[in-house]
């Protein structure tokens, strides 16, 4: 069973910057897309950012494309997300999790860790 345990999240003025990571127990970790999703108080879960498996084709939601840069270290089975200019509405719970293509990310693969908390402060 593979473990997804994220980490870096913070809280952090408006404008500010913050560094998540995501580190994946188990072999296959390179073999799949990844992705970074979040979920703010009373809202469901929304996809934020997926990168290939060889880390060559990203893609964002609208609401953080230029913002959000997603990025990956298959030595060290662990996926990023760097966050710059962040904004109020920013401010979630971020997650992690693997799916088989990039195009289907977002069906994902693994049971959800525990999130990490990410708060923008106006």
């Known amino acids: 069973q593979v473990q997804l345990v994220e980490s870096g999240g913070g809280l952090v003025q408006a404008g500010g910057s913050l560094r998540l990571s995501c580190a994946a127990s188990?072999?296959?970790?390179?073999?799949?897309?990844m992705g970074w999703f979040r979920q703010a108080p009373g809202k469901a879960r929304e996809f934020v950012a997926a990168?290939?498996?060889?880390?060559?084709?990203?893609y964002y939601a609208d609401s953080v494309k230029g913002r959000f840069t997603i990025s990956r270290d298959n030595t060290k089975n662990t996926v990023f997300l760097q966050m710059n200019s962040l904004l109020p509405e920013d401010t979630a719970v971020y997650y992690c999790?693997?799916?088989?293509?990039?195009?289907?990310?977002?069906?994902?693969?693994?049971?959800w860790g525990q999130g990490t908390q990410v708060t923008v402060s106006s």
């Open positions: 188990g072999r296959t970790f390179s073999s799949y897309a």
């Open positions: 999790n693997a799916g088989k293509s990039l195009t289907t990310v977002q069906a994902t693969l693994y049971h």
């Open positions: 990168i290939s498996w060889s880390g060559g084709s990203t």
